[in-house]
């Protein structure tokens, strides 16, 4: 079923936001909100591939999210330096 686009939006938003008071990263909402559903997405894709699914609800979705963002946020950085 999935958790639908207005879920997606505010996981994404929550994961991006955590994931910058983490990193401490100078992010603004939307940049949150695509950190955040870019991350989960990517991560997930990554963790599909080696056998592990992540549940279609609220909080292994953050969870998800929210390490898929700090990840980009650190690739940014390294890419910036």
Known sequence: MGL????NIIIGGLAGWFASMIMKADTGLILNIILGIVGAVLLNIVLAA???YAADAWIPQLIVGLIGACILIAIGRAVKR
């Open 4 to 7: 639908g686009i207005l879920g």
């Open 50 to 52: 080696l056998g592990i």
